[in-house]
């Protein structure tokens, strides 16, 4: 069960995108240098289709985008909340931000799509997980490589539209400089 620690109306995380982010707990990714440590216990209230639906009626004509921050222990789970969303509010996109390094159903993924440790964006269309997001970050949080806004990241931000995948960079003032 997928447990909803908290929840905010933010405009960093995706690029473009007015933003209900929901943390997740029960975090299974647990990164040396996690800024949100207080994640890893399991603890928050069920996030099931109620309380997304109670969510989105209530913050709906707010945000543009839906986004679940985190998840990685049950990503099944992420997935079918994302299918519920994409079937029912049409006008609002979806995103995922995960510490994992590839899609749980990598291993329909070839092997050759995934170089350096970082997945393809060619290859992560062919994910049915991109089929129920517009966005999803991939990678763990490695405190010397930093986050998105730095050059030495290992985690990456994909765009997914209309089938296609690309990989969005971001300026050291966190600012999307490429597509």
């Not at 707010?62 to 921050?69: A, E, N, P, S, Y």
């Not at 049950?74 to 899609?103: C, D, M, Q």
């Not at 269309?125 to 806004?149: M, N, P, Q, T």
Request: glycine content about 8%; charged content about 25%.
């Amino acid at each position: 069960m997928l447990k909803c620690f908290n929840y905010d109306i933010v405009c960093q995380e995706i690029p473009d995108e007015v933003t209900l982010a929901v943390n997740i707990s029960g975090c299974s990714v647990k990164c040396p240098g996690c800024h949100s440590k207080w994640l890893w216990e399991d603890r928050g209230d069920e996030l099931n289709e109620e309380t997304v639906r109670i969510l989105m009626n209530r913050y709906g004509a707010d945000i543009t985008c839906f986004c679940f921050m985190g998840g990685d222990a049950e990503p099944a789970e992420v997935l079918r909340l994302a299918n519920f969303i994409r079937a029912n509010f049409h006008s609002v996109k979806i995103g995922w931000y995960s510490g994992r390094s590839t899609l749980p159903d990598a291993d329909n993924v070839q092997s050759s799509c995934i170089s350096i440790g970082f997945i393809d964006a060619g290859c992560l269309s062919k994910s049915l997980y991109c089929k129920a997001f517009d966005y999803i970050k991939l990678g763990s949080y490695v405190e010397e490589l930093g986050g998105l806004r730095s050059a030495k990241t290992n985690q990456r931000l994909f765009k997914i539209s209309g089938g296609a995948v690309t990989v969005i960079k971001f300026s050291e003032k966190n600012i999307p400089v490429s597509e």
